[in-house]
């Protein structure tokens, strides 16, 4: 029997007054896999971070670590699991250049 996933998501929703940000999105990432989330704004990418980092629950759906379903009522908690979050910022090490 194949190890479950990393991390999944399975019909993973959440709405915010007047917009369904996410709509029962499903997600596996396995030991090994790089994946690349990117879309235009608004598509619900930030949003779908700060449920797995803890930032905010889901409205609906499950999240797995491991194949245990979680559900973490803040970023601590998600810490504590082994998941962080590290959001984009070009100026983390500015004394380097692209080159």
Do not use: C, W
Request: hydrophobic share 50%.
């Amino acid at each position: 029997m194949a190890e479950p996933a990393l991390l999944e998501l399975r019909g993973v929703a959440k709405a915010y007054p007047g917009v369904l940000a996410l709509d029962r999105v499903d997600l596996e990432l396995r030991a090994g896999e790089v994946h690349v989330l990117f879309g235009e704004n608004g598509a619900g990418k930030s949003t779908l971070i700060s449920l797995v980092a803890g930032v905010q629950t889901p409205d609906a759906g499950e999240i797995r670590l491991a194949g245990t379903p979680v559900r973490f009522a803040s970023v601590h908690e998600a810490r504590a699991a082994g998941i962080s979050a590290v959001f984009q910022e070009f100026s983390l090490v500015p004394q380097l250049t692209v080159a």
